[in-house]
């Protein structure tokens, strides 16, 4: 691919593919000036240089200084992202997702599976799709995810109850697994239990005692 520049003077006024330019594409993003073409425009410049006021070696090499101390930093923030994308890996997050047409936010949530880069972008892999790190809004706390796994358990065992009106002593099995799985809980963990759903559970402990008598 050609590259052309403006020359005013020896000095380089701007690049492209071609004399139209249309604004940033995703070609221009995934085509950054690395190295090589950073040299070739370099050369342009002594090419076209004012024979009069010829630049000093100095400044060539000042050039290529600034370039090579940019290009490093450029590529150790590209290293720092993609390890801290590393670090995601095997946690829970929410991604925020923004369609662009309608204006419509949507949150996903899952576990990151892994970290994958293409043209210096970063995505995460999640439910079997793949969303930009950009669209990262919440890295899960470990605490709190067992937290809500328990509770959410439990909510499953207080659905899987008979009605209060349906009670037989035959259900207290049922009772006696729920109460323990929420005994089993940390008082941070209880807090996330529905209230509601301890109520029912506590309601129909009261009925399996009228059930059993008054020497239970």
């Known amino acids: ?5 403006i020359v005013d003077n020896g000095k380089v006024l701007n690049t492209g593919t ?11 993003k995934a085509n950054p000036v690395n190295e090589d073409m950073f040299l070739q425009l ?4 002594m090419k076209y240089q004012d024979p009069m006021e010829p630049t000093s070696n100095t400044e060539w090499i000042s050039q290529y200084a600034t370039f090579t101390q940019v290009q490093k930093q450029s590529d150790m923030q590209q290293s720092l992202k993609q390890m801290e994308a590393n670090n995601l890996v095997g946690k829970q997050v929410i991604m925020k997702s923004v369609n662009s047409a309608t204006g419509e936010t949507k949150f996903v949530s899952g576990q990151v599976d892994y970290m994958y880069v293409e043209n210096g972008e970063i995505y995460l892999s999640i439910n079997d799709k793949l969303f930009d790190i950009k669209e990262l809004d919440t890295v899960v ?7 809500i796994t ?11 109850l008979p009605i209060l009106e349906n009670l037989t002593v035959a259900d207290e099995k049922l009772l006696t697994a729920a109460r323990e799985s929420f005994e089993s809980m940390t008082p941070y963990q209880k807090n996330m239990v529905k209230k509601e759903e301890l109520g029912v559970l506590e309601t129909l402990e009261k009925k399996m005692k009228e059930l059993k008598g008054p020497t239970a």
């Open 42 to 45: 370099l050369v342009a410049e």
């Open 150 to 160: 328990l509770a959410t358990t439990f909510g499953e065992m207080i659905k899987k």
């Open 1 to 5: 691919m050609a590259i052309t520049a």
């Open 18 to 28: 071609s004399s139209n330019t249309t604004g940033k594409t995703k070609e221009d």
């Open 141 to 147: 706390d470990e605490e709190y995810m067992n937290a």
